[in-house]
């Protein structure tokens, strides 16, 4: 890439904006003459990652549990005793509050969702369903599959803003204080998906705490990067379900987790943990779906990881794939785009994502004139309920599938098309 002048665009004659917008403009169609085929939409593992697990293939070598169960039979509804002390540990839940179930912890939120909706849980003065109105705080921009999930079942989505530190306490505070139909959120704790913000525990205490007017508020702590780190320096999960017991409000948050980019992405494990009560609630319902879980594919995560500290051993091979491809991304933006007054991005200790924001207006043109150029990126949009960004502005960037050249490319390449934009935008081009 090219040395660049870096004066802010709206600091800039309209000749040289023009002069900017031509030299773009060139630079856009070199990039098309380049034939590309590149995918940024998902934060899919790459095989180079996928391989770090290849051992699962030769597991388990037993078929007995600790407890001298035949794992190849029917039963253990609340999945194998070893894994799930090994995965407590790293999620700060006592074991026996903390159940390990098939390979999508997207799922279980599914089927907590739906046994709310079907039978409301203590405090619920009736099952979900049966409310006129039920509505959600979704911090933004957040996960799209929670938000379609919610779409899907016509729930209401009530955006905050996601900070930092957490979603806005304060925000949150305000949706859910008067209001009874607001019967839950969404948070991902830990390397947010997309922001990588970190929920601190002051903030994780006051959304413990809060005033709700529904009386079963629940909370879908969605857990999914808390072993996923970028760096050395790890980012501790605040613990809420210990900060919700202590409020006086032990059965307001379901924690959810699972090795889907710990080690086969189709293939995992997945967590649920919450209080006793909730527990039991959850175990309750769930004996009519099913008999028990793949306790097979459990005993052969658990001889594979060894415990705790395997998982984190494990989690370092894969930092030292994805910690290239993420300097990439921001190299790429920060050689490109500092000072040009166009685009924010963060710069993430862990997680799966960059979260990305360009001059108002113009995700979508962005998005397009990559998709043309042979770079697939997220919807812009995606990050928010029904994929409607007010301001246009937010695209997620996913750099952990393609190769580390290929990150390189790509960025390159999504690097001018923001800079096109913008100055299309800026000169009235389009």
């Not at 934060?43 to 078929?63: C, D």
């Not at 921001?330 to 991005?345: F, S």
Request: proline share 7%; net charge negative; with cysteine.
């Amino acid at each position: 890439m090219t040395t660049r002048d870096h004066t802010a665009l709206a600091d800039r004659s309209p000749a040289e904006l023009a002069a900017f917008l031509t030299d773009r403009q060139a630079a856009y169609a070199r990039l098309c003459d380049l034939g590309l085929t590149l995918d940024l939409t998902r934060g899919k593992p790459s095989a180079e990652q996928l391989n770090l697990s290849n051992g699962l293939l030769a597991l388990p070598t037993r078929t007995l549990d600790a407890t001298g169960a035949d794992i190849r039979n029917y039963g253990g509804l609340a999945g194998l005793p070893e894994l799930r002390s090994i995965f407590a540990e790293l999620l700060c839940v006592p074991t026996q509050q903390l159940l390990a179930a098939g390979n999508s912890s997207l799922e279980v939120m599914h089927q907590v969702l739906v046994h709310l909706r079907l039978h409301g849980r203590a405090g619920s003065p009736r099952p979900w369903a049966q409310e006129e109105r039920v509505a959600f705080v979704c911090p933004v921009p957040g996960y799209d599959r929670h938000f379609t999930m919610l779409a899907h079942h016509g729930i209401e989505m009530i955006p905050v803003p996601m900070t930092a530190d957490g979603p806005d306490p304060d925000a949150v505070a305000a949706a859910v204080a008067a209001d009874p139909a607001v019967k839950g959120m969404w948070v991902v704790p830990t390397y947010a998906n997309p922001t990588g913000a970190v929920c601190t525990q002051e903030v994780a205490a006051a959304l413990a705490a809060m005033p709700t007017a529904a009386p079963d508020f629940t909370i879908f702590w969605d857990n999914a990067y808390a072993v996923h780190h970028l760096g050395t320096e790890e980012a501790k999960s605040a613990d809420l379900l210990s900060l919700c017991a202590a409020s006086g409000n032990p059965d307001r948050a379901f924690l959810f987790a699972s090795t889907s980019k710990v080690t086969y992405a189709g293939a995992g494990v997945a967590f649920v943990g919450s209080s006793p009560a909730n527990i039991a609630w959850y175990l309750d319902h769930q004996q009519y779906a099913t008999i028990g879980p793949d306790k097979v594919n459990q005993l052969r995560h658990a001889e594979l990881l060894g415990s705790a500290q395997g998982v984190r051993d494990h989690m370092a091979r894969h930092r030292e794939i994805l910690a290239p491809k993420f300097a990439a991304v921001l190299d790429a933006l920060h050689t490109e785009l500092d000072g040009l007054g166009i685009a924010t991005w963060t710069s993430p200790t862990g997680g799966y994502f960059v979260n990305l924001d360009v001059l108002d207006g113009t995700a979508s043109r962005v998005v397009a004139l990559a998709k043309a150029a042979g770079i697939a990126l997220t919807p812009a949009g995606s990050a928010f309920p029904h994929g409607h960004d007010p301001d246009d502005r937010n695209i997620r960037l996913a750099p952990t599938f393609p190769s580390l050249e290929d990150v390189r490319t790509a960025m390159a390449g999504v690097a001018t098309c923001v800079a096109l934009a913008a100055a299309e935008r800026l000169t009235g081009a389009r």
